[in-house]
Nanobody, 118 residues
Framework: QVQLVESGGGLVQPGESLRLSCAAS????????MAWYRQVPGGQRELVAQ???????TYADPVKGRCTIARSNYNNAVYLELRNLVPEDTAIYYC????????????WGQGTQVTVSS
């Protein structure tokens, strides 16, 4: 089992940047893919970005070019930097990760609210 705890959400103005953090309760070397999802009320949870154990990453089209995902073995954490935020980025952002030994097992954080508004 692993606990994931997100932080860094809040209210930001359009055009600003934000960095979300997700701290894991155990070494992320035991985790395979680490990802950020987001969900708006009434909507489906959608993948924002993911980073694989080897360090490669993918991004959803709506954030491509203004988003960076990174993982830190030293801090046992995964980060998401979002730049040039727009109101459509408003959502609850969730951290997720799956187990290296059993990739069918996924862990989820509780989420952190990001609101982009002037």
């Amino acid at each position: 089992q692993v606990q994931l705890v997100e932080s860094g959400g809040g209210l930001v103005q359009p055009g600003e940047s934000l960095r979300l953090s997700c701290a894991a309760s155990r070494s992320i070397k035991t985790l395979n893919t680490m990802a950020w999802y987001r969900q708006v009320p009434g909507g489906q949870r959608e993948l924002v970005a993911q980073i694989f154990f080897g360090g490669s990453s993918t991004y959803a089209d709506p954030v491509k070019g203004r988003c960076t995902i990174a993982r830190s073995n030293y801090n046992n954490a995964v980060y998401l930097e979002l730049r040039n935020l727009v109101p459509e980025d408003t959502a609850i952002y969730y951290c997720a990760a799956n187990d290296r030994d059993n990739t069918d097992i996924w862990y989820w954080g509780q989420g952190t609210q990001v609101t982009v508004s002037s």
